[in-house]
């Protein structure tokens, strides 16, 4: 409950609540320079602003209610009670992966109603869906940042600079969404350039083996053309953003555990 009411009080969460629905905003401008599809680009442009704005309010959330916890030693008031000390960082965890579900769900709606604003004056091409397959898309991204967020507490846990978490945890969110991308270019053989093949193909096949890839959790085109994934490959990738968020929390209490505040 602290968490909630702390996170709720946070500017930060003003700040990027505006963003993201400024860049809502923006998704529908877009939509006004497709005449034939204006639904369609702004549902894309949309999610892609979704995405953007929960990635900044988990780690600005991290940064407020862990990382500068830390730095100006008052977590060490949390840590006088009778419980291990891995509670404390579960317990911020969860409070911010709820404050997220309230900001996923609210910016969502606003998506959903931006959608249905946008003009149909054109016959589309694909309908959009605005019912299971757009909140399983949503869902995706939740999980998504669910992933980034463990991933920037692991490093407030273990930090010994407060704004990391921040400018780490950013980095970790763009580098996995665009892992899988890169990877399906150089295997397709990147247009031919065989050099550019050689040289990072090796590199990144070895990294996907740390780095998860987000970009599998990215289902939009079920609600832009009705291209449903694959259930077992859905289920596998939520299952890896699952996996890897618990792996990232346990070395976060490993961390936080053996760390000295005095």
Known sequence: MGTLL???????LQTVFILGVLLLGVSMLAGSFSARQPQTVVLDVGLSCLRFSLVLLAVFWIQELVAREIDRRTVVFALTYPYPRYFYLFGRYLGILLLLAMATLLLALLLWLAVLMTARSYEPLFRVALGMPYWATVL???LDVAVVLAFALCIASISTVSILPMVLGLGFAVAGRALGGVLQYLKSGAEGDVSLT?????????????L????????????????APDPVSAGWASAMALSYAVLLLWLAARGFARREFL
């Open 198 to 210: 050689g040289t990072y193909l090796p590199f990144l096949n070895a990294v996907q083996w740390i």
């Open 140 to 142: 995706g991204i939740w």
């Open 212 to 227: 998860p890839d987000l970009s599998r959790l990215d289902w939009r085109l079920w609600p832009m053309y009705g291209n």
């Open 6 to 12: 702390c996170g709720m009080r946070a500017r930060s």
